[in-house]
C-alpha cells in the first residue's frame, strides 16, 4: 500500500517585514513540514525603513521564493504581472492549500489561487487596514476587495474572537461561519525562561540601572501612534522624574518621532535603539511595555512581553482587550489618552511582581506554537476531505 503524497501548502504574504504575520508565517512553514507536508513560502522585497525578518526562514532552512512585484503599494500593471506570476507558479507546484496573509497578498494570491483551481483556499487576518492606515476612498477599495476575495475563500482565519466580530458586524466582510478563530503560536519559551534585569539592554545603550524604564517594541510607523507614547513619557516624567524610555524598533516616522521628543525635551530621556533581532534583553530590562496604537490584530510584542514577565500598557484596539483578557493580563487604556496612558503606567511601575508569574505562564500556554501547528494541521486536513472526500490526505 502506497503511503498517501504529503499535502503541498504554498503560503504567500506580501513581504518578511518585522512583525507578527512574517514569524507566523516562517514558524508554520518550518513546523508543518516532511513527511506531511509539503511547503512554498512566497513573499516579496521589503521596502526602505522597513525591519527585514527573512533571517528567521534562513536560520531555519527554508528558502523563500522571492517575487519582486508582490510588495506593498498598490500598481495595476505590477499587480496584473503578479497575479500571472502567481497562477503560473501555482500551476507548475500543484498545491492543495493556498494560504494567504496580509491584504495585498490575500488578494492576489486568493484570485489566482481560484484561476488555478486549488482546491483550498483560506486568508489570515492578522489585523485590518480598515481604520487608522488610509483616507477614506482607499478604506473603501480595500473593504470591496476584502469582500469579493472572501467570496473565494474556503475560510477566513482571525486571530481573536473580538477581530472576527469586527469583520462580521462592522465592516461585513463575510458571514460568521466563513470564519474560524485561531489564535496565534510562538515559540516563548526562550522569552519564558529569561531572567529580569539582567542588565544587558541598559548596559549597551547607556541607561543606568536604577531608573524605571518603560518601552515600546515595534515599527515606527503612522498606526502605532509613538507621539501618544511620547505624550505620555513627557506627563509621566513630571511625577517620576527619573523614568526613561525606549523606542525599540524603525519606520517611515522615525524622524517625526525623534524630532517630537526633542521638541519635548526627552531626547535626554529617550533611547531610540532600532531594530533588534534578540529582543529578550530588552523585555529583560524594560519594567513596563507600552503599546498605543490606533488600530491592531494580535500585537507579537504584547504576548512576548507578558511571556517575559513584563507588565503591559496598551490602548484598547482590535484583539488587544482579547489578549490581555479585558485587562486581567495587563491594563487597557482609550486609544488617543495620554492622561489614561500614564495614569496605568504609573500604576504598573507599582505593581507586586507575585501575580507575573500565573500570567506568564497562561499566555506561554494560549499561545504556544505546537498549538497552532496542530489546529492548522486539522484545518487543512478537514477542507480538503470536505473538497474531496476522504481520500486518506
Not at 465592516?171 to 529569561?194: K, N, S, W
Not at 496598551?314 to 493580563?329: E, F, I, K
Request: charged letters at 25%; aromatic letters at 6%; glycine letters at 8%.
Amino acid at each position: 500500500m502506497h503511503a498517501p503524497r504529503p499535502i503541498r501548502v504554498m503560503r504567500i504574504i506580501a513581504r518578511l517585514n518585522t512583525g507578527g504575520p512574517a514569524i507566523h508565517v516562517t514558524l508554520l512553514t518550518e513546523r508543518l513540514g516532511p513527511p506531511d507536508f509539503e511547503n512554498m513560502l512566497v513573499c516579496g522585497h521589503i521596502g526602505p525603513q522597513e525591519g527585514d525578518m527573512a533571517y528567521l526562514a534562513e536560520e531555519r532552512g527554508l528558502r523563500p521564493v522571492y517575487m519582486t512585484e508582490l510588495g506593498r503599494e498598490l500598481s495595476p500593471a505590477r499587480d496584473t504581472l503578479t497575479l500571472f506570476k502567481l497562477w503560473r507558479l501555482m500551476l507548475e507546484f500543484r498545491p492543495d492549500v493556498v494560504d494567504t496573509h496580509t491584504a495585498k497578498a490575500g488578494f492576489l494570491g486568493r484570485t489566482a489561487a481560484w484561476l488555478a483551481r486549488v482546491p483550498v483556499r483560506i486568508h489570515t487576518f492578522h489585523g485590518h487596514v480598515f481604520r487608522g492606515y488610509f483616507g477614506p476612498r482607499k478604506t473603501r477599495m480595500f473593504l470591496e476587495l476584502e469582500r469579493f476575495t472572501a467570496r473565494l475563500s474556503d475560510r477566513l482565519i482571525t486571530l481573536s474572537p473580538g477581530l472576527k466580530t469586527e469583520l462580521v458586524e462592522t465592516y461585513r466582510i463575510a458571514p460568521a461561519d466563513r470564519f474560524e478563530v485561531i489564535p496565534l503560536g510562538l515559540d516563548l519559551v526562550p522569552f519564558a525562561e529569561t531572567r529580569r534585569r539582567r542588565g544587558e539592554f541598559r548596559a549597551q545603550f547607556n541607561i543606568p540601572p536604577d531608573v524605571s524604564l518603560v518601552g515600546i517594541v515595534g515599527r515606527i510607523v503612522p498606526v502605532k501612534d509613538h507621539m501618544l507614547f511620547l505624550d505620555m513619557a513627557d506627563r509621566l516624567r513630571k511625577t517620576i522624574p527619573n523614568a526613561h524610555f525606549a523606542i525599540v524598533g524603525d519606520g517611515e516616522c522615525r524622524r517625526a518621532v525623534e524630532d517630537r521628543a526633542t521638541a519635548l525635551g526627552l531626547r535626554g530621556s529617550v533611547t531610540f535603539s532600532g531594530f533588534l533581532r534578540d529582543l529578550r534583553p530588552v523585555y529583560s530590562d524594560l519594567d513596563v511595555l507600552v503599546l498605543s496604537s490606533r488600530n491592531e490584530g494580535t500585537p507579537v510584542s504584547v504576548i512576548e512581553a507578558l511571556a517575559a514577565g513584563v507588565p503591559v500598557v496598551s490602548t484598547a484596539v482590535g484583539g488587544v482587550p482579547d489578549l490581555l483578557r479585558g485587562g486581567d493580563y495587563g491594563h487597557l487604556v482609550p486609544s488617543g489618552d495620554p492622561d489614561a496612558l500614564v495614569a496605568a503606567v504609573a500604576t504598573a511601575l507599582t505593581e507586586p511582581s507575585s501575580q507575573r508569574e500565573s500570567i506568564r505562564q497562561a499566555i506561554t500556554a494560549d499561545h504556544d506554537i505546537s498549538r497552532l501547528v496542530e489546529q492548522m494541521a486539522r484545518l487543512y486536513r478537514g477542507l480538503l476531505a470536505s473538497k474531496r472526500g476522504n481520500d486518506g490526505l
